[in-house]
């Protein structure tokens, strides 16, 4: 029987093999993460692009928005990831006024990513006023994804956490804040809760990798939250969201039944025990009798 074939080691997914992608119309699977063991497996299971998101602050600390989610805690969160990850392509999001201060701070910043972490690029909410923002990171040698459309660090200026670009006058803008990232030197663009029709527009018009959260199909590659698509957050379900698997009512059976087991002495049975040395159970009882003599 001849031998089989050895796989092929898998490449690490760089900037030039996102074009490539692109160029072949092969979509890119995006999945956010922000745990060492979730990214060991999004990596075994061939993942192109990691993001960790500044959603950590809602799904996996508690909080009401993104806002609280400061660098330190991006920091943390993302070296665990990246620690994990050999071949996917890891973005660190940089969270709210970690950019919008000054170009200066929004380098050091980006830079912390790179350098803390081991990111591949970094990522930033906001169209054409934050294109300078862009251009001053890129020309300090950091890669910066763009985010257009419902851009959560502003959900209060946008009135929520609603579609964007639903209308001619605001989808206008988003095609010129588009361009303008492009213009600015970001190497890819997200974009977020844009009608499918507005999307493929943008798609249509700029050079560089456009990829979608909530966008509809005509787009290089798809984004997911990963506690939406595991049934893991519980407090809303965007509409875009497809659910893979459910596994809140499955931990909550397992934790449940662990409870019961040890209110009813059901665990741990001797089996989960740990013996001692053949021999050393009595030199120790013996030990302790002489001491009490």
Known sequence: ????????EREK?????????KARKEPVSWLTCYDYPTALLMDRAGVEMILIGDSLGMTMLGYQTTLPVTMDIMIT?????????KYAFVIGDMPYMSYQI???????????FMAECGTDAVKLEGGARMAPVVRAIT?????????IGLTPQSYTQLGGYKAQGRDAETAQRLIADA?????AGAFAILLECIPAPVAKIIHERVKVPVYGLGSGKDVDGQLMIVHDMIGMFERFTPKFV???ANLSP???EAFSKYREEVKSEKFPQPEHFYAMAEGELEKLLSALKRRRA
Not at 78 to 85: K, M
Not at 102 to 112: F, Q
Not at 179 to 183: D, K, S
């Open 1 to 8: 029987m001849a031998p089989k074939a050895q796989q092929p």
């Open 13 to 21: 997914i760089t900037i030039p093999k996102l074009y490539e992608m």
């Open 77 to 85: 969160f993302t070296a665990a990831v990246c620690r994990a990850v």
């Open 102 to 112: 000054s170009k200066e701070e929004a380098i050091r910043n980006a830079g912390r």
């Open 139 to 147: 020309d300090a040698g950091i890669p910066v994804m763009g985010h």
């Open 179 to 183: 361009e303008a990232l492009e213009e």
């Open 242 to 244: 497809k659910r893979y």
């Open 250 to 252: 499955i931990l909550l």
